[in-house]
C-alpha cells in the first residue's frame, strides 16, 4: 500500500496570479462548477458511517448526545432547503412582509443553532494528562469544520488531546446548519470576508503567539477551519513580527481553503530557492505546514485536492490518502492515529506505514473510479496506490535525521519509504517532539 506525498511549493514572485485574489463573481461560479464535478464524492463524506473506532468520541456514533446533534442538524437541513425554495415566490409579497419573513426564518435558524453551539468561544480538553510529559513552552489551537457544535467540538479537542497528549484549545467555529455553513465557506473563501468566528479565532491564535513563554504554537485545522485559518494567517502575516511567526506550525485535515500563504522571510532567501530549488524551513515565515486529506472526501476535493498544484499559493506539505471520510475523528484521526486499547497512537498502523509515492499524477481519476470499491471496502481506497506525499516544486525530504536514515535504508533494500518518514505531525504522536 502507497501514499502519495505533495511537499511544500518553494513559492516563485513571477507566476500565475493567485485564484483567490480574481474577481470574487467567477470565484464563486467556480466554486459552483467545482461542486458539481466532484458531486459523485458526496457520499464521501459520511462513509464510512459505522465505523466507530473510539466510542462516544466518533461524531456518528450512536450516543444520546451524537442522536440529538443529527437530529438537529437534520431538521435545519429540511428547514433551509424549504426556505431557499420558498424566496422566489417571496416576490409577490410586500417588503415589508418579505422581510419580517426572512427576519423569522433566521431567528428560528439562531435558536436553534444557540441549541447545538451553546454559548462558548471556546473549549478546552478534558482529558487527563496528569502522567502524561509536560509541554509547558506549547500552546495547541483547533479550529473546527462545517457543522460542529459543542459536543462535538469537545470530542474533537478529547480526541487531539488523547492523539498528543497535550492539552487542546478549541476555539468555536459555530454552527447554523450545513447549508447556510456552506455558504458562509463561499464567502469567506471568495470575498476573503472575516465572519465574527474567524476575528474570534484570530484574537486567540494572536494571543498565544505573542505569549512569551509560549515557544512553539501548532494550528490545527478542520474542514471549513481551513478556510479561517487561511484567512488568520494572511492577517497574521501582515501583524506579527516574523521572529514570533517562526514559534507557529499549522496542519489541516480535509482542507476546504483555496489558498494558503508561507512567503519567505526575505528576498535573498527566495532567490536561494529558485536558484538551488531547495529551501530550509526556518527560511518561511511559517516553519513547518502539513495537509492531509482523503481522495474520497468531497470537501478535500472541493478544497485542498483542487487548488494544491496551483504555482505559489498553496503552501506545505500534502499527504493524499485513498479512501473516503470526512470527519475528523471517526475518519481522518481514526485512519491516520488509530488508538490502541489504552488511548495510546499506535506504533504501527495501516496509514502510517505505507508506501510513499510523489507524484499525485492521475490520482482524482483514480479515485473517481475507484467509488465502488470504496463503498465496498468501508471507505478505503485501493491499496495498490495507497498514498501520495507531494511537495510540489521543492524536493521531499524527511522530517528528521533518524527519518533520513530510515529511507536510506529502505532506499538501499530496494524498498519504498514510509508515511512516517516525511510526517512531522506523526512525531507528537503519545506526547513525543520532532527534531527542530
Avoid at 146 to 165: D, E, P, Y
Avoid at 261 to 273: E, I, L, V, Y
Avoid at 375 to 402: H, M, R, T, W, Y
Wanted: glycine share 8%.
Amino acid at each position: 500500500m502507497a501514499v502519495r506525498f505533495i511537499p511544500s511549493q518553494i513559492g516563485h514572485p513571477s507566476e500565475t496570479p493567485v485564484p483567490y485574489t480574481g474577481n470574487p463573481v467567477l470565484l464563486c461560479w467556480g466554486d459552483i462548477l467545482l461542486f458539481i464535478s466532484n458531486t459523485w464524492s458526496i457520499v464521501g463524506i459520511l462513509h464510512p458511517w459505522n465505523r466507530w473506532l473510539c466510542g462516544e468520541l466518533d461524531e456518528l456514533y450512536p450516543s444520546i448526545p451524537n442522536l440529538i446533534c443529527l437530529a438537529l442538524h437534520g431538521f435545519l437541513i429540511i428547514f433551509q432547503l424549504l426556505f431557499l425554495v420558498s424566496l422566489p415566490f417571496c416576490v409577490v409579497l410586500p417588503l415589508g412582509s418579505f422581510v419580517l419573513y426572512v427576519a423569522a426564518v433566521m431567528l428560528a435558524n439562531f435558536g436553534i443553532s444557540r441549541i447545538l453551539n451553546g454559548g462558548e468561544d471556546s473549549l478546552i480538553s478534558t482529558v487527563n494528562l496528569e502522567n502524561d510529559k509536560k509541554h509547558d513552552e506549547e500552546c495547541w489551537v483547533f479550529l473546527n469544520g462545517v457543522s460542529v457544535g459543542k459536543h462535538w467540538l469537545q470530542g474533537n479537542v478529547n480526541r487531539l488531546a488523547l492523539t498528543f497528549r497535550r492539552p487542546i484549545i478549541g476555539v468555536h467555529n459555530r454552527t447554523y446548519g450545513i447549508i447556510f455553513d456552506l455558504i458562509q465557506c463561499i464567502i469567506e473563501r471568495n470575498f476573503c470576508y472575516p465572519t465574527v468566528d474567524i476575528r474570534n479565532s484570530y484574537a486567540v491564535i494572536k494571543e498565544c503567539l505573542l505569549e512569551e513563554k509560549h515557544k512553539k504554537v501548532v494550528l490545527i485545522l478542520h474542514s471549513q477551519g481551513a478556510i479561517e485559518g487561511g484567512l488568520i494567517l494572511d492577517w497574521l502575516l501582515g501583524e506579527v513580527p516574523h521572529d514570533v511567526m517562526q514559534k507557529l506550525e499549522v496542519y489541516t485535515f480535509g482542507s476546504a481553503a483555496n489558498h494558503f500563504n508561507n512567503p519567505h522571510r526575505n528576498f535573498a532567501s527566495m532567490r536561494a530557492a529558485q536558484t538551488s530549488g531547495t529551501f530550509r524551513p526556518s527560511e518561511k515565515a511559517v516553519r513547518h505546514i502539513e495537509h492531509y486529506a482523503d481522495d474520497g472526501d468531497f470537501v478535500a476535493r472541493w478544497g485542498v485536492l483542487s487548488f494544491s498544484r496551483t504555482q505559489n499559493r498553496y503552501m506545505g506539505r500534502l499527504f493524499i490518502r485513498s479512501g473516503m471520510g470526512h470527519l475528523l475523528n471517526q475518519h481522518y484521526l481514526n485512519s491516520m492515529f488509530p488508538l490502541d486499547a489504552d488511548k495510546r497512537v499506535m506504533e504501527m498502523n495501516t496509514f502510517i506505514d505505507m508506501d510513499v509515492s510523489f507524484s499525485s499524477e492521475g490520482a482524482v481519476d483514480r479515485a473517481r473510479e475507484g467509488l465502488v470499491e470504496m463503498l465496498q471496502n468501508g471507505g478505503d481506497g485501493n491499496s495498490e496506490f495507497g498514498a501520495i506525499v507531494e511537495d510540489i516544486n521543492s524536493p521531499v525530504e524527511p522530517v528528521s535525521l533518524k527519518r533520513a536514515e530510515s529511507v536510506l535504508t529502505h532506499k538501499f533494500a530496494n524498498r519504498k519509504p514510509k508515511v512516517r518518514d516525511f510526517s512531522r505531525l506523526w512525531e507528537y504522536r503519545n506526547g513525543g517532539s520532532p527534531e527542530n
